[in-house]
């Protein structure tokens, strides 16, 4: 089995940072692309940041200048540095990558997705 932990999240005031970090394990043959999203209450889960296996990023506009992607390939882990948070980054983070994974014989590629973080900023 393979699955994603997320850590880093919690309660921050307005113009703080936050670093959160997402671990991939189990029998892994590669990681693709890796990303992070959020849900607020109300609102659609949507794109913050992703990065590819070879590095690339792309970011949400509202998040540009502000957050930075960035993974450990040795160590199968990604992290979002968060800073200048505003109340409106207020929600859940999960954190998501495609993931070839061996089982017996076999290669199987799924897209996989963490248990979400709670980032709560207050204004």
């Known amino acids: 089995q393979v699955q994603l932990v997320e850590s880093g999240g919690g309660l921050v005031q307005a113009g703080g940072s936050l670093r959160l970090s997402c671990a991939v394990s189990?029998?892994?043959?590669?990681?693709?692309?890796m990303g992070w999203y959020r849900q607020a209450p109300g609102k659609q889960r949507e794109l913050v940041a992703g990065?590819?296996?070879?590095?690339?990023?792309n970011y949400a506009d509202s998040v540009k200048g502000r957050f930075t992607i960035s993974r450990d390939n040795a160590k199968n882990t990604v992290y979002l540095q968060m800073n200048s948070l505003k109340a409106e980054d207020t929600a859940v983070y999960y954190c998501?990558?495609?993931?070839?994974?061996?089982?017996?014989?076999?290669?199987?590629?799924?897209?996989?997705w963490g248990q979400g973080t709670q980032v709560t900023v207050s204004s």
């Open positions: 189990g029998s892994i043959f590669s990681i693709n692309a």
């Open positions: 998501n990558a495609d993931v070839a994974y061996m089982s017996g014989s076999y290669i199987f590629k799924r897209d996989i």
């Open positions: 990065i590819t296996s070879g590095g690339n990023t």
